[in-house]
DNA sequence: TATTGTTATACTCTATAACTATA
DNA sequence: TATAGTTATAGAGTATAACAATA
């Protein structure tokens, strides 16, 4: 599919919802399908769930990070995190560490997490590596920076007018 | 945030895993979930799931469809489907219709889901343009477009190379 | 014999409210 | 009094396998 410049309007305001496939939600849900399922089985194979993977990257990138941070990064709600602390926890891969905040539940990577990441990444990334080849590095970057950009802005919209 | 063309490498190869918030995964994810804030208060307030929302527009954007279609389209299972189907026909949403291929489970809007359909989609339509207006139609457009050829791209991977 | 859905089952996540502990 | 998390609970989705019906 190939949409170039002047073959409709920018604007959808002429195309009521823009039809099921090119709406904006079904159009990121399916772009994540797509991907997740080149991702899941290498996530299914370490026996963790996609959001436990969610999390262990979370953590790699920042080191030890709290309830409250995580439940924004990973996109998962607290009562789910709590679960998902103790699963982490009684594999061995997480333990809570003290914060000077005692109503903080940080947690932090023990090694055997990280070792658990560290094998993990090197699979992604060559799975990463085949859609960006397949797709265009520079169109794959500026999906990136699309993506980022338009969750800062809807971010910015729910801040300023909370949604209803 | 803004990444300007030339302050980073167009590839990600030498930034493994480029970092948490800039995996692909995990962008889509953050972005579908800041802009679903918007819509969901709408959805709830219907008294639907956000997955009965999407079969309904499913429906309403392509006629009456067998389960098999609409489990691709709406990125649903089937079993989750089954009740979906349930429900939205207690509800009096749609209706099972009669097909060629016996096999099939074929559903369709009556008129009361048309109706739902055609109030919320009104609603829908503001929100989105409120997205649109505050991100830049221009780049709302171009990121429909690659999001659409991404889909497309891992699709076509998984076809002739099945994950794992 | 292959395909389409449904059922069964177990697990996980979502979502909200109520509660506990700490600040 | 406000904040951070946990617990409780209900509901829904995810996922797989087994089954029934049809082609």
């Not at 305001?13 to 079904?26: C, K, N, Q, T, V």
Request: net charge negative; aromatic share 4%.
């Amino acid at each position: 599919m190939r949409l170039d410049e002047d073959d409709r309007p920018a604007s959808g305001a002429d195309d009521p919802m823009r039809g099921y496939e090119a709406s904006l939600p079904i159009a990121l849900l399916r772009a994540r399908e797509a991907t997740m399922r080149r991702f899941k089985p290498h996530i299914d194979a370490h026996n963790l769930t996609v959001q436990q993977w969610r999390v262990i990257r979370a953590l790699a990138d920042s080191g030890p990070l709290d309830a409250r941070t995580l439940s924004e990064r990973c996109v998962i709600l607290p009562p789910s995190l709590t679960r998902i602390f103790r699963t982490l926890e009684a594999k061995g891969y997480i333990v809570t560490v003290a914060a000077p905040d005692a109503r903080r539940h940080t947690v932090a990577l023990t090694d055997k997490g990280r070792t658990l990441y560290e094998e993990m990444a090197a699979t992604s990334e060559r799975i990463y590596e085949e859609i960006e080849q397949a797709f265009g590095a520079e169109k794959m970057r500026r999906l990136l920076e699309l993506l980022i950009e338009l969750r800062d802005t809807a971010d910015a919209l729910s801040r300023e007018a909370p949604p209803e």
